[in-house]
T-cell receptor, first 112, second 113 residues
Framework: NAGVTQTPKFQVLKTGQSMTLQCAQD?????MSWYRQDPGMGLRLIHY???????DQGEVPNGYNVSRSTTEDFPLRLLSAAPSQTSVYFC???????????FGPGTRLTVL | AQSVTQLDSQVPVFEEAPVELRCNYS??????LFWYVQYPNQGLQLLLK??????LVKGINGFEAEFNKSQTSFHLRKPSVHISDTAEYFC???????????FGAGTRLTVKP
């Protein structure tokens, strides 16, 4: 049982490049989320999904896209990277009745 | 939407001293409350959670928190801290059957010898 896995661990992009952050979970959770963590701001919700084929925006969705074709996977796409997207990105999954979210190890992204 | 305020951005304490990390929340409906810990360069680990029932919640590593509905607070306490407790602590709130979890800005706990 690997829990929530994220790849890559580190990534450096140039402004304007695109990329996809991968997230997978093996706990059969319907709910999955993407957060970004910036110093002094805690974690802010980017996008979330309540099940395969269903996604919605969180607090800070601009510049990011998501899709959910399977229960296990929830990739986050940066369409045209900007320096303001330099951050640590965490994926999480949860059982809504339990409330608790399980977090992946994070991806540290730097946009030059 | 619900929100969380962590009242201290940094808390320095000496080893074996007690510590309290303060958290206040705002919500128009009943809430679920959580404390997570993040060690350097790692992900978030759940310390404890309040869903319902007893307002005093015990978690891992000797931490506990008390849910106070009248004061809309969920402060985290430990009677005697260790060097290994040095980390960043996040308070979080969500509501029943809701994936929208909101986090506080975090409190950096530094335990000094």
């Amino acid at each position: 049982n690997a829990g929530v896995t994220q790849t890559p661990k580190f990534q450096v992009l140039k402004t304007g490049q695109s990329m996809t952050l991968q997230c997978a979970q093996d706990m059969n959770h319907e709910y999955m989320s993407w957060y970004r963590q910036d110093p002094g701001m805690g974690l802010r919700l980017i996008h979330y999904s309540v099940g395969a084929g269903i996604t919605d925006q969180g607090e800070v969705p601009n510049g990011y896209n998501v899709s959910r074709s399977t229960t296990e996977d929830f990739p986050l796409r940066l369409l045209s990277a900007a320096p303001s997207q330099t951050s640590v990105y965490f994926c999480a999954s949860s059982d809504p009745l339990a409330g608790e979210q399980f977090f992946g190890p994070g991806t540290r992204l730097t946009v030059l | 939407a619900q929100s969380v305020t962590q009242l201290d951005s940094q808390v320095p304490v000496f080893e074996e001293a007690p510590v309290e990390l303060r958290c206040n929340y705002s919500s128009s409906v009943s809430v679920y409350l959580f404390w997570y810990v993040q060690y350097p360069n790692q992900g978030l680990q759940l310390l404890l959670k309040y869903l319902s029932g007893s307002t005093l919640v015990k978690g891992i590593n000797g931490f506990e928190a008390e849910f106070n509905k009248s004061q809309t607070s969920f402060h985290l306490r430990k009677p005697s801290v260790h060097i290994s407790d040095t980390a960043e602590y996040f308070c979080a709130v969500t509501t029943y059957n809701n994936n929208d979890m909101r986090f506080g800005a975090g409190t950096r706990l530094t335990v000094k010898p």
